[in-house]
């Protein structure tokens, strides 16, 4: 997608130089992108009220060190509508980032005899500062001294019969002003427009997306939900900006699944928000779960877009039995009813099957992907991507039903929501107002697209503008749907090669997660719980960093790998076995954090050596257990050996087959009861005969006594 820029003309980009220093204006080069006339016209507008940022310093001598330049800006009220009764209002706004104060000077307001009345009139007034006609002084007003490293902001308002606007026919009119200090001046300009009768209102629509920025983990937690959905939050910005207008919401699934996931652990914030959003009247879709990238999906070989079927790894019982109490109670007794996936996705979408991809990302090959599998699929792309046909708001390429939004107008949009300046902010959507009514015959749409760190205002603004520009009438989406489709040609575009890349490598590893999941008494709690991650990993938010995203991908297919042999035998010794009956021991790890029921199958390579053939086994979440296995030998010496193989509890092998080779020295049971035996009956033997002795000395001993 083509961004506007700054624009800085030579002739317009005066700025200020003390006479006593003898420094020369520095030229300022142009810096407009290529990006179709409307991206030029914006930047000159931006360049001709010296948006956005300082001019660049002046060359100073070898004893003076560059002074920052003065910047001043100018732009209409009412997104630069007039009327031939009311006042023209304009706003001022002078920057003077230099240590040194900046004497008082004057403001001279003119306005152009002869409107501009084709683009390349007002290409030629923005981006060079030239229109046919004379100018005529309208107003002058004093300015006061500014300090150094202060701003000033001020208002001028202009009586129509002043400012001549009642005797102006209906159009658009260049609008220039003209500040002088210190005998220097700089020039800011824009344009006014007098619109023409409401009547036969062409409809626009402005599609807003509801998205919560790049996510790592399948659902937002409860911290970065009340962080994200407070005061100065980024949801919260996007609400408010969005209550009161007519925006079509384009609702991130991913966000309202996550507050509800937490049930009576939710944020109070999260709540009240959610609360509000369910409750506003405007039109809605629902993007893909975490807003994931479908030209990904696509080029990697997936028929249909990947979705959500289940949160089970996510809800806790408990923090849904209050709610269940006062509701209506459980069919089964006892038994808490969590909440459905498609109750944790609702976003209360007025039209289903709507597909917006990011702008830039996909053409003709997602489009007729989506149409092929979906037969009421309506896809959202820019105009830019259409190579022949007339770019109308609805259309057809190929086999896709389409929705074209206006690429040039939602760049500007764009533009124009993330700019801090009101001034500046204005002076763009007059542009905008004075383009729209170039051409107010046919249906438009347009996007606020998506992106991080605007303010409410700034957003609310915008929409506020688009949505009231001149002899237009917003409309929801199924309005737009509803017009005479253009039948139109799109370009191909190729998805990123590397996210494709590992989407390919989460797809080629889902048989082996779905066998490891097996042994979980929910394979869902692991299965759920990867494809949540992957679509978050899938986020348009996400291709603003790709670095960040990189790290985040490589991390995640880490886990997987480990998790694809969650579950094994950890190798032992070949064993010994002295006797004819024994149990051998292995132990088996699991690396998943939920407890896995496997089989383990012992199988003998020798009939003499009798096993228990299936051993159920139960290992805790992220443990080890060992195992006995009974085991009998009919020979009395010998090598034999034993496989053995874990397995899940319905039949998928996991792992590799182990081998153990056994030695059978069984004959030493024999000898050891021979030796415990002649061990005892020496004992014996030697106590019987050490008792007779004594014996014998007693008797002895009192024969003596006797005599």
Not at 180 to 187: F, I, L, M, S
Not at 279 to 294: H, T, V
Not at 659 to 685: D, G, P, R
Request: proline share 6%; charged share 20%; hydrophobic share 45%.
């Amino acid at each position: 997608m083509v961004r506007s820029r700054i624009a800085q003309e030579n002739d317009l980009a005066m700025t200020f130089s003390s006479p006593a220093t003898g420094r020369a204006t520095a030229p300022v080069p142009s810096r407009i992108g290529a990006g179709g006339r409307l991206a030029r016209w914006v930047g000159a507008v931006v360049a001709s009220a010296l948006l956005l940022a300082p001019l660049p310093a002046a060359a100073a001598t070898d004893d003076e060190a560059a002074v920052p330049e003065v910047s001043f800006s100018m732009a209409p009220a009412n997104q630069g509508v007039v009327s031939t009764t009311q006042q023209l209002v304009l706003s001022l706004s002078t920057a003077n980032p230099g240590p040194d104060p900046l004497a008082a000077g004057e403001v001279t307001i003119e306005r152009g005899a002869r409107g501009l009345t084709s683009e390349a009139a007002l290409d030629t007034w923005l981006e060079s500062g030239t229109a046919a006609g004379s100018f005529i002084e309208v107003s002058t007003a004093e300015t006061d001294e500014i300090p150094g490293q202060s701003e000033d902001a001020q208002t001028i308002a202009v009586d129509a019969s002043d400012a001549g606007l009642d005797d102006l026919s209906n159009g658009i009119y260049p609008i220039r002003a003209t500040y002088e200090t210190d005998g220097e001046r700089v020039v800011a300009r824009s344009v006014i427009v007098l619109p023409r009768s409401a009547s036969g209102t062409a409809p626009i629509g402005v599609i807003v997306p509801i998205t919560a920025g790049a996510i790592s983990t399948g659902l937002l937690g409860g911290d970065a939900l009340a962080e994200l959905t407070g005061a100065d939050g980024e949801l919260r910005a996007q609400l408010d900006a969005v209550t009161a207008t007519p925006a079509i919401l384009a609702v991130d699934p991913a966000i309202v699944a996550s507050i509800r996931a937490l049930g009576t652990a939710a944020p109070a914030e999260a709540v009240t928000w959610l609360e509000q959003l369910m409750a506003l009247p405007n039109e809605r879709f629902s993007l893909q779960y975490g807003d994931a990238d479908l030209a990904t999906q696509i080029g990697a070989g997936v028929s249909t877009p990947l979705e959500m079927t289940t949160f089970a790894p996510y809800l806790d019982a408990a923090n849904f039995a209050s709610a269940e109490a006062d509701a209506t109670p459980s069919p089964t007794p006892g038994v808490t009813e969590l909440p459905t996936a498609e109750e944790l996705l609702d976003v209360g979408a007025t039209r289903s099957s709507v597909y917006w991809p990011a702008t830039g990302t996909a053409g003709a090959e997602v489009a007729a992907a989506l149409a092929d599998e979906d037969d009421a699929a309506l896809t959202l792309l820019p105009s830019s991507v259409i190579t022949r046909g007339d770019a109308a708001a609805r259309a057809v390429g190929g086999s896709a039903d389409l929705l074209v939004y206006d690429d040039e107008v939602s760049t500007a949009l764009q533009d124009a929501s993330s700019t801090t300046s009101p001034v500046d902010r204005a002076a763009l959507l007059a542009a905008l107002t004075a383009r729209s009514t170039l051409d107010d015959s046919a249906p438009l749409l347009v996007t606020l697209d998506r992106a991080e760190g605007r303010s409410s205002e700034a957003m609310r603004e915008s929409i506020l503008a688009v949505a009231g520009f001149p002899s237009r009438l917003a409309v929801g989406l199924d309005a737009l749907a509803e017009t005479t489709p253009a039948r139109v040609t799109l370009d191909e575009i190729a998805p990123d090669a590397d996210r494709v890349e590992t989407l390919s490598a989460y797809l080629d590893a889902a048989p082996d997660l779905e066998q490891i999941a097996s042994v979980l008494e929910d394979p869902d709690l692991l299965l759920s719980n990867e494809r949540a991650t992957v679509l978050q990993l899938l986020g348009n938010a996400w291709l603003r960093t790709p670095d960040t995203w990189t790290d985040a991908a490589t991390a995640h297919q880490e886990r997987i790998d480990t998790w694809s042999d969650g579950v094994a035998l950890i190798p032992g010794q070949d064993i010994l076995l002295a006797g004819s009956n024994a149990a051998l021991q292995f132990t088996v790890r699991n690396d998943l954090p939920w407890p896995a029921t496997v089989e383990l199958l012992t199988v003998p390579n020798d009939a003499r050596l009798v096993v228990q053939r299936s051993t159920p086994v139960t290992v805790g979440g992220e443990q080890t257990a060992r195992v006995q296995v009974p085991v009998e030998a009919l020979v009395g010496s010998g090598r034999s050996s034993i496989d053995l193989q874990l397995r899940t509890p319905t039949g998928i092998q996991l792992g590799d087959r182990q081998t153990y080779a056994v030695e059978v020295q069984a004959e030493w049971e024999s000898f050891a009861m021979i030796a415990l035996s002649v061990l005892v009956t020496a004992l014996l033997v030697f106590g019987v005969v050490r008792t007779v002795r004594r014996r014998r000395r007693g008797v002895v001993r009192s024969d003596g006594r006797a005599g």
